[in-house]
């Protein structure tokens, strides 16, 4: 396998591409040979262009370690590799053997130019991964944080440590040292890490969980870290204070509420309209939804959980025409895939009808009560008559 150097923007940093091409005369060529570790192996099924690949010089701050791989040279210069994808970070450590002993000064004060159509022979000697970069949670879930490790010698001495980072705080959560067994605090299993996997488990996520977490592998020289996001998105939850079906007379008004609430971080959007429900399902040549514009909202309340609520509203002033048509909230949260609707169907009924519906109503509660009335007095005279002596 090649690393190609594409392009030198500083000595510190280069960008790269994973080709298995022959070696280009005119360009940095970093020549990764056999070992127990490949990076190929860590990107598989993934197209190079979809990858962001990054190399940089790395200094290991004046620390003189043998690398300890049979037939390994004493000393040896080092690159770090850094694959990047939406769905993964991978960074592999490159050596390069070399005959120079260190200076006793940081390797950045005298590290030598790489010339312009050099090319250097290396192998990977450490690799870290997460393939979870980035991680959206919601709350009082369970996540599993993914960070692996890989060396190319047996028995080494690790130590890896887990740290939770927020707007200046720092804290660690988890470390673990192989030569002395010593662990202190929780969430990543030992078996699992004895075979380097020293993923993290947060077992309950609550808005305090948001931050980066960082997953290091420290192997003497080397040191390596991985930076892991977690956002905390909590969806709303969508609401009306109407039923399916609103019923008002002509001219009346009612004021339709759309509550969105608990939802996190802030921004949503709410949007009111109204169509005719036959159309509703139609995909193809079907009108567009009438957005409605009298629309007003609440300012956003800040609930005691730091999630938010807001109510959008209008006031619905009941018209014939509209009569049968459906009005829709649409709720979008960054933490949806698509809108949360609530609908409901607006029925309006002329003054007219509601007068003769109501004359009716008292006529035969008249009808009613004369008939009773009736009953009773026919009643009364039947007995005056049977209390007669002739």
């Known amino acids: ?81 850094t ?36 090319t250097l022979i290396t192998t990977v000697t450490m690799v870290i991964k997460t393939e979870s970069p980035t991680v959206k949670a919601g709350l009082g879930s369970q996540q599993k944080l993914h960070c692996q490790f890989f060396l190319d010698h047996k028995g080494p001495d690790v130590t890896m440590e887990w740290y939770w980072q927020h707007r200046g705080e720092r804290t660690r959560l988890f470390s673990h040292n192989s ?40 192997v003497m020289p080397l040191f390596a870290s991985m930076d892991i996001s977690l956002h905390i998105e909590e969806p709303p939850r969508v609401s009306l204070n109407v039923g399916a079906t609103l019923s008002l007379q002509e ?23 109204q169509q005719d429900p036959a159309v509703a399902g139609q995909r193809v040549g079907a009108p567009l939804p009438k957005v409605l514009q009298n629309v007003l909202l609440s300012s956003h309340k800040h609930n005691s959980d730091r999630t938010f609520s807001l109510s959008s509203f209008f006031y619905l002033e009941a018209s014939l025409r509209d009569s049968g048509k459906q009005f ?48 009773y007095l026919y009643s009364a005279r039947k007995q005056s008559m049977q209390k007669k002596p002739y």
């Open 251 to 273: 001219g009346a008004e009612q004021k339709v509420v759309c509550d969105a609430e608990s939802y996190y971080p802030l921004d949503v959007e709410i949007v009111w309209y």
């Open 1 to 81: 396998m090649r690393v190609m150097l594409r392009l030198s923007s500083t000595t510190e940093k280069l960008c790269c591409s994973l080709e298995d091409v022959p070696i280009n005369p005119h360009a940095i060529t970093f020549l990764v040979t056999g070992s127990r570790l490949d990076l190929r192996r860590y990107v598989e099924g993934v197209e190079a262009k979809n990858l962001e690949c990054t190399i940089r010089r790395y200094s290991t701050e004046g620390i003189h370690v043998r690398w300890p791989v049979k037939g390994t040279k004493e000393y040896n210069k080092w690159f770090s590799c």
């Open 83 to 118: 694959l990047k994808h939406t769905k993964f970070t991978v960074t592999g450590f490159l050596r390069h053997p070399s005959d120079q002993p260190p200076s006793g000064k940081h390797d950045y004060h005298n590290w030598t130019v790489i010339g312009d159509t050099e």
């Open 179 to 218: 030569r002395s067994g010593q662990t202190q605090g929780t969430g990543v299993g030992l078996k699992s890490l004895a075979g380097g996997d020293a993923s993290y488990t947060l077992p309950f996520t609550k808005m305090s969980s948001e931050g980066t977490y960082v997953c290091s592998v420290s």
């Open 328 to 375: 829709t909230c649409s709720v979008s949260h960054r933490s949806l895939r698509v809108p949360i609707k609530k609908s409901f169907i607006l029925i309006v009924e002329e003054q007219g009808s509601w007068l003769f519906f109501l004359t009716g109503i008292a006529v035969v509660i008249l009808l009613v009560i004369l008939i009773v009335l009736l009953s």
